[in-house]
């Protein structure tokens, strides 16, 4: 890790221009660490732009510059692509980047080791390691670059609730609201600002809760006719999976949903198994207790498959 620091320390050095990149469907990890490591660069002396192929979700909207961030790839060719929260190159989209080097920063254990620097760590977040990115480089952390980190940190940590929080992340966060974070406006801003929309489809996703019969696994499927109805969107889905992994007793939760005609899944697992395992097996990725992919068939077929992959890993 050090290593890699100095290599990232080293390649800056000699670098003029940058872009950032998020992954698709992007979460506040992703966006906050782009957003962080962005501002970082800058104060380094570089020209940095942001892309993110689906753009930013309302629900971050209030996060600083992210009107700055674009969906269309330029042309020019920059001296560094730098990726975030990506196990793999693809993450970012069906695009290509003109860069001379890739800076690959990551958390996830099934990373592919695409780029020419490679900075792969099992903390809580990519934000943790931008965090000591900045504090290697002596980057003033300044109150946007605080609000950035604490919103990617509380995003991935479930407001550090997940097994990967550790020492290290409460330490960063101390330092991140003495530099002007505010921990309950910003959870306000993440977690309660639901939608009626919202509320109604997910009200949907619990009726249909369904569990196996020996009551290890729970899941749950939203089609795209129920969107329609309900007037939802994507983005008022993505916590769903949250609330059918508070169930007690199941130990292995998955979410289901339409969209543009393929089926997306979201798995979570109390400890006892693996998801990532099984997001692997079915062409996606992710952490042992959190993980997802997208697959192609109809929410019956795509729903008769996971559930047999899941039962495989489910003692």
């Not at 942001?50 to 700055?68: A, I, K, N, Q």
């Amino acid at each position: 890790m050090k290593k890699s620091f100095r290599d990232i320390k080293k390649l800056i050095r000699s670098s003029k221009t940058a872009i950032i990149a998020s992954h698709v469907d992007p979460d506040g990890d992703t966006l906050g660490s782009m957003v962080a490591m962005a501002m970082l660069l800058e104060q380094k002396g570089l020209k940095v732009t942001m892309f993110s192929y689906d753009g930013v979700p309302e629900t971050y909207h209030f996060l600083p510059r992210v009107d700055r961030i674009i969906s269309r790839v330029p042309e020019t060719e920059f001296d560094i692509l730098v990726t975030v929260d990506c196990s793999d190159l693809s993450r970012i989209g069906d695009v290509q980047i003109k860069a001379k080097k890739i800076i690959n920063i990551d958390h996830h254990p099934d990373n592919t080791r695409f780029g020419d620097i490679n900075c792969i760590k099992k903390v809580s977040s990519v934000a943790e390691q931008i965090f000591e990115l900045a504090r290697l480089f002596k980057v003033k952390i300044t109150k946007s670059i605080a609000i950035a980190l604490y919103v990617a940190i509380i995003t991935d940590t479930g407001n550090f609730r997940y097994s990967d929080t550790l020492t290290s992340t409460f330490k960063a966060a101390e330092e991140l609201l003495k530099a002007g974070a505010n921990p309950w406006k910003l959870s306000t801003l993440v977690y309660d600002t639901k939608t009626i929309p919202g509320m109604k489809i997910l009200a949907k996703a619990l009726q249909r809760m369904k569990l196996s019969k020996d009551k290890k696994i729970l899941w749950s499927t939203i089609t795209a006719r129920m969107v329609t109805m309900t007037g939802a969107t994507q983005e008022d889905m993505v916590g769903i999976i949250d609330y059918l992994r508070s169930v007690k007793g199941p130990e292995v939760a998955f979410f289901m949903r339409e969209e543009n005609e393929k089926v997306k899944v979201n798995f979570r697992s109390k400890g006892s198994v693996n998801v990532s395992l099984i997001a692997q097996e079915l062409g996606g990725g992710g952490h042992s207790q959190a993980s997802g992919c997208v697959l192609d068939g109809t929410v019956a077929s795509v729903q008769k498959r996971v559930l047999g992959v899941v039962r495989s890993r489910v003692k």
